[in-house]
Each structure stands twice: as C-alpha cells, then as structure tokens.
C-alpha cells in the first residue's frame, strides 16, 4: 500500500526532484562520468537536473582540481546526486 | 492469450513501472555503467527511472567505495535493476 | 505482395512489439552492450524495451555472473533479444 | 529533375523505409556497431528500425557466433542494412 | 544581406537537404564514425539522413572492405557528406 | 520554506539560464568533455546551452591551444560553466 | 541590464544562430569530435546545426587530410564553430 503525498515521510514516495528542493542551500556531493565529483552548495535547479552551485571544489580521479565560486553543472553528465547531510 | 490486469500475477503482463513501484521502501540492487552498482532502499522514482535511494552502498569494479545516508541515481546510466527480495 | 495482419504468418509483417508480446511468460536470450546478455522468463515490457524478468542469469564476457530472482532490465542498453524456442 | 511516386525505378526517390518494405520475407545483412553483423530473412520492422528476423547467423569480429531461429535486433545501433539480392 | 530562395545561387542560403535532393542518382562519399566511408549513388533519403544508396564500396581504416548493389544508410553515424561533382 | 522569484538573493532558487544571463559581458569559464576548457567573454546562449564566446583562449589537456575572436560553442559537450567574477 | 535587438553590437544578446547567419559566404573553422577540424566557406545551415560548405579543406589529428568542392556536415559532431575574420 503506497500513498503519494507532499512531504517526505516513511512510507511515501519520495520525487526525485523534491530531493533537490530539499537540498537547496545546502551542501551536496555530485558524481560526473569521467571519475569527477562536485561538492557545493545547491542554490538551483531545472528538471534537466542542470544544477547551480556556490563554493564548488572539484575532485578528479580523486585528486583536488580546482575552487570555483559559482558553477553551472550540466544535468547530462551526472551519476548521481547525494546530499551532505540529513534530507 | 495475454490478460493486461493492474496485479502482479502469473500470466498477467507486469509493467517496468510497477517493479518499481513494488520495490518502494525495500532493498534494490542497481547495476549502473562503469563497472559501478548500487544497493540501497528505494525511497522514489520517476518516468525518467531516476531513483531515490536511502542507505546506500557503492561498489565500483568489485570493491566497497562508499556509503551515502540519500541519493538521486540518474536513471540513464542504469542497466538493470533488481530487488532483492520476493517482489 | 505484402498484407498486414493481427497475426504472424509467413507472408505477413511481424511487428517487433508484437514479438515481445509472443514471448510473454516465455524464456528469452537478451544481448546487452558492454558484453553482457541475459537470459530469464519475460514477464513485462513497455515502449522503450524496458523488460521485466524473472529466473534471470546473467553472463558477462562469456562468464556466469549472477543470478536474479527478479530484474528490470533498461531497453537502450540491448542490443538484440532472441526468444529460446519456437515463437 | 526529381519525381516523387510510389515505385522505384530509376529516377524516383527510394525512401528509406520503402528499402525494408521490399526487403520483407527477403535475406538481408546487417552491420551493427562494435564489428558485429547480422544475416537473416526480414520478418518485420518499425519506425526506429527495429527488425524482426528469422534465421539469423551472427559475425562478432569476423567469427561466426550464433545462430538464431528468431531476433528482434534494435534499431539504433545499426550502420546499414543491405539486401542481399536485388531489391 | 542575406536573401533565401529555392535555387542555389552564390549569396542564396543552400538548406542541408537541398543538397540532398541535388545529389540524387548522382555519386556521393559519406564519412561515417568509426574511420568508415562509403560511395555509391544516392537514390533517397529522409530527414534524418537516413540514405538509400547503389552500388556502394566501402572502405574501413583506408582498406577496400566490401560492394553493395544496395545499401540503407542510417544517418546518425554520419560525420559528412560529399557529393562527388559539382552540385 | 523556499520562495522563487526572479533576483537572486541568498534564500532563492537560482535557475540555471539566470546564470548565463547574469554572465552576459562576463568572462566565463567552459569545461568541455575530452579534457577540453575555453575561457571567453559570454556574448549570447539559447536554451540548449550554445553559447556565443568573443576573444577566446582553448585549453587541451592544459595546453594552450588557440585564440579565437569569436566562437559558437555547441552545448551539449559541456561539462560545466564557471563564471570568472562574482556573479 | 539586458536589451535583445537583431542586430550584434556591444551590450546586445547574440543568439547562437545569428553567428552562423553572419558567416554565410565567409570562412569558418568546424572543429569536430575525434580531433578533426573542418575550414571552408559557409553555404547554409539548419537548427541543428548541419552546414553546407564549399571549398573545404580537412584536418585529422593536425594533418591535412583531403579537399573538398562541397560538404554536408552533421551539427551533432560538432565541438565549435568559429569564424574566420570580424563577424
């Protein structure tokens, strides 16, 4: 038995892009083909998953690459998106 | 003779649509491109096959990599998704 | 000369949706890219080839890998899908 | 000069779908990326080209692979399709 | 100043599959990905690029590989297309 | 508690096309897949992300490649767009 | 502040497309994936980017490949296009 509502609790469906509306202005790790990864801080979105971010460091095949204050992310090249801390 | 029913029957055709929403808070194994899986409690989905997942584990080319409390899987990366347990 | 029919006899168009539909129940052979195919009991599908499975065994490089009780396999990694016998 | 009529002779346009209609219930090969091809009789197609086949034998790399009562070969990772006698 | 007219003289604005339809029952080379080319004589097309061509020769890394009476190109592994004389 | 509106103050949902917007005149910075950067001055885009680039610099593999006075840059290679300044 | 006017000057948006209505009969430079690059007089151009060209000259991994009277080049290789002179 599954019921769809707004919120976020046990035993409801959780929408892909409310996870990103939970995690806005708030820190997230976000993994891109080519063994990179983002983390920053979310200010927006669109429903391509493109992604607007603040204080990004970039991690390339596990090495720091590079500080960007703002960065606009393409959605097309994400593996996934996990937020920092408690959704 | 084929019989379209909104249950999971044998003999009844079951919708791609419907293992997953049969897979809803239980335990699901995500084969993903790149060598990369990913098991964890699937929390939603959307048409897109973007995934929310709870208490994942990351396995890339057979080793443990990592641990994530939320996830948004990208649904165009995966290959298979299997639940674990009696769907 | 060609007709189109609801069946599937010589002379007639078979249509490729209708050959997943011939094999509802069936066991299938599924080659994916990546060196992979998979052969298991088609239990659904929808427009995409997003197939559902059961009793499925997965193969890769020529290698038994897994078995599965159940899987939703994605429709644009396949490459060809075979039913085992007669259709 | 260029007519457009339901035929083929020579002067007319030949419409790529038209290629497969004459093609049914006829040998035709098939080049699929990653060095493989297909041999088979055309039993069906669609909009996106996938194919139903019988009879198929396959060539990975130049070996013969596998031979194949029946197929459904996906349309999008197809190079060309050429019949094998005259159309 | 920029005018757009049906024919294709200097200073008019050729469209894509003009040249096309210019190159019909003439000789055409096409470079496909995947160091592939092929030249035969284009007999149609759509508007994907999709080709039908006669009497086609191929070549793979810069080697004669093969002749075609007959041949339906798909266009989306189509990097160029070069008609063989003057348009 | 989020609210949209069109600035892009702390506590509002920054949309991604905004980002190009507010980078108009702006030096920016593109990663481009294929170990790819140009750095240009962002002189238009449309909605799939082809940007128009004047008095660019090329980058491969950290290699200065070439100056170009103007460049229309397709989207869907992107990776990411940094702008240089605050934005 | 930002005005859209059809023209190009300084403080103006240039949308993507006009850049390629401004080069027709002028020498552009296509570099295209696979470390190709592509230099001829623009003839014409669709929404997705296909070019029409004579007078081309090819370059493969910075050799001078072949010459070209006229090419029908796909916009989905396509990395950038930069005209030649002032725009």
Chains 1, 2, 3, 4, 5, 6, 7 share one sequence.
Do not use: H, Q
């Not at 707004?6 to 080519?34: C, H, Q, W, Y």
């Not at 960065?71 to 090249?77: A, F, I, K, P």
């Amino acid at each position: 038995m599954v019921k769809i509502m707004a919120n976020n609790k046990p035993g409801f469906i959780a929408r892909p892009m409310d996870t990103l509306k939970n995690s806005l202005e708030k820190n997230i790790m976000i993994d891109v083909k080519g063994s990179r990864s983002y983390s920053g801080i979310l200010e927006g979105y669109d429903i391509y998953m493109n992604l607007v971010l603040k204080n990004v460091s970039e991690t390339i095949n596990g090495e720091n690459k590079g500080v960007f204050d703002k960065m606009l992310l393409r959605g097309d090249n994400i593996i996934f998106i996990s937020p920092s801390g408690g959704d």
